[in-house]
């Protein structure tokens, strides 16, 4: 059974950066693509990124592209989720997404001065 877990979130003023992390296991990691979401309270949840099993293709939602960065170690099972120049509508709870429609526990990402 596929297991992803989040870490990296927290507070940060806008302007600022933060790296989500999600460690795989459960699956072989490098035969899936990946994909980061974002949900907000009372809303849809949203694609940020995803990146294919070996990382030579990676696409980006319209409200991050050319602030974040999506990125995988396949020998470590992780992927992450470089976030740069961060806005407060960027606050949401982000998920990691694997296989078999597996989620993470999800990680709070704060943006706020």
């Known amino acids: 059974q596929p297991q992803l877990v989040e870490s990296g979130g927290g507070l940060v003023q806008p302007g600022g950066s933060l790296r989500l992390s999600c460690v795989a296991s459960g699956f072989t990691f490098s035969d899936y693509s990946m994909s980061w979401w974002r949900q907000v309270p009372g809303k849809e949840r949203e694609l940020v990124a995803g990146i294919s099993n070996r990382g030579l293709s990676t696409h980006y939602g319209d409200s991050v592209q050319g602030r974040f960065t999506v990125s995988r170690d396949n020998d470590r099972n992780t992927v992450y989720l470089q976030m740069n120049n961060l806005k407060p509508e960027d606050t949401a709870v982000y998920y990691c997404?694997?296989?078999?429609?597996?989620w993470g526990q999800g990680t709070q990402v704060t943006v706020s001065s």
């Open positions: 997404a694997g296989p078999r429609d597996s």
